[in-house]
C-alpha cells in the first residue's frame, strides 16, 4: 500500500488495541501502543531510501529483506528497544505484540497489490503479488479516513476500528470474486492462456492485464465485464547471443530481470553500439508501457549507459541514457 494508508493502518491497529481493557485504562501504555503501531506500520519501507543510490539497488531490494520473516521479528524488537528510553516503565509485552502485529499487517496488506513483495524469505526469494487492489486503494482509505473521523466524534476507537475492518475484509472478499470474474472472462475469449497477471486500477470496475499463452503475451483491459486486447507481442526466449549475454551483466539489466515476470525485448544495432531494451507488459499507460530497462553497449560489448525504472516519454529515456555514469 502507499505510505499514507500505512500510517492510517498504523492509527487503526492502535485504536483497536484499545479493546484490551488494560490498555484502555492505562494512558502511558495506550500511548506507547500507538507509537509503536505507527512505526512498525512504517518501518518496513525503510528500504525506500535506498532510490538514494539507484534504481537498481531499489528494484532488486525494495520490499525484499526489509519484508522477509526475520525483519517482521526483528524490527518490533528495535523499536520496542528504542521505545524503552521514552517509556521506561510500562507493560513492554504488550507494546511489543501491537508493534509486532502493525510490522505484521503492512507486510501481509502489500501481497495484495500487483507490486507484492519477497515475504517469504528466507525460505525463497519468489515476488508474492496477488494483485487484487491498488497500491493506492480509494475505498480502503476512505474506510479508514471515516474511521478517523470517528475519533474526533467520541466513538469507542476499538469497536469502532473493528467495524470498519470488517467493512476492509468483506472489500477484499469482493475484490477477489472481481479477479475470479475477470480470469474466466480471459481464458473464456482466449486459447491456451496459460498465466493471467491482473493490475488493479485506482478505478474499481477496471483493471489491466498482463497475458501469457504458449505463443503470445497480450496486454489487455478489463472493464465492467468486458475484455479489450490492447496489444500482442509473440513469445521470444532470451537468445544465446553475446550481445545479449553481455547487457544481462548490467546491474540495471539485472534488477528489471529478477523483479519483472512478464517482458519482451528489443536488440537494435546502430553504427557505432548495440542497444537492449527490456519492457514490462504490466504497466500500461496511455499507450506507452513506462517500466524499463534499456543497456547500451560499444563494439566490444562494453557497457557504455543503462537505466531501469518509471518512465513516460522515449525523449526523457534518452536524456537519462545521456546521464547515466559510463
Do not use: C
Not at 55 to 64: L, S, W
Not at 138 to 167: D, E, K, R, T
Amino acid at each position: 500500500m502507499d505510505t499514507g494508508t500505512h500510517v492510517l493502518m498504523g492509527v487503526a491497529l492502535g485504536s483497536l488495541a484499545s479493546l484490551d481493557p488494560v490498555i484502555a485504562h492505562d494512558p502511558l501504555l495506550s500511548h506507547a501502543v500507538l507509537i509503536g503501531a505507527l512505526a512498525g506500520s512504517q518501518v518496513p519501507d525503510i528500504d525506500t531510501i535506498l532510490k538514494l543510490r539507484n534504481n537498481a539497488k531499489y528494484i532488486r531490494n525494495h520490499r525484499g529483506v526489509t519484508h522477509s520473516i526475520p525483519a517482521v521479528v526483528l524490527w518490533p524488537l528495535l523499536i520496542v528497544g528504542v521505545m524503552i528510553a521514552v517509556y521506561p516503565d510500562t507493560d513492554w509485552l504488550r507494546v511489543w505484540l501491537w508493534t509486532f502485529a502493525a510490522v505484521a499487517f503492512h507486510v501481509f496488506v502489500d501481497i495484495f497489490n500487483a507490486y507484492g513483495t519477497q515475504a517469504l524469505r528466507p525460505f525463497t526469494k519468489k515476488w508474492i503479488a496477488l494483485g487484487v487492489v491498488h497500491t493506492f486503494d480509494p475505498i480502503i482509505f476512505a474506510l479508514h479516513l471515516l474511521g478517523i473521523g470517528g475519533l474526533f466524534l467520541g466513538l469507542h476507537p476499538g469497536y469502532m476500528f473493528f467495524a470498519i475492518y470488517v467493512l476492509v475484509a468483506a472489500y477484499y472478499a469482493l475484490r477477489f470474486r472481481q479477479q475470479a470474474n475477470i480470469k474466466r472472462l480471459v481464458r473464456a475469449s482466449l486459447d491456451g492462456v496459460t498465466e493471467i497477471i491482473t493490475v488493479p486500477t485506482w478505478r474499481p470496475r477496471e483493471w489491466h492485464l498482463a497475458i501469457s499463452t504458449d505463443n503470445e503475451f497480450y496486454v489487455a483491459r478489463a472493464k465492467r465485464g468486458h475484455l479489450f486486447i490492447l496489444d500482442r507481442f509473440q513469445k521470444r526466449p532470451l537468445p544465446d547471443h553475446p550481445v545479449m549475454n553481455a547487457a544481462k551483466r548490467d546491474e540495471n539489466v539485472a534488477a528489471f530481470l529478477s523483479f519483472s515476470p512478464v517482458y519482451r525485448w528489443e536488440m537494435n544495432e546502430y553504427d557505432d553500439y548495440y542497444e537492449v531494451r527490456f519492457t514490462d507488459l504490466r504497466y500500461r499507460s496511455k499507450g506507452y508501457y513506462p517500466f524499463v530497462a534499456v543497456v547500451q553497449l560499444d563494439r566490444n560489448l562494453r557497457i557504455v549507459s543503462s537505466y531501469t525504472g518509471w518512465i513516460f516519454s522515449e525523449g526523457r529515456l534518452r536524456k537519462k541514457l545521456e546521464l547515466a555514469p559510463n
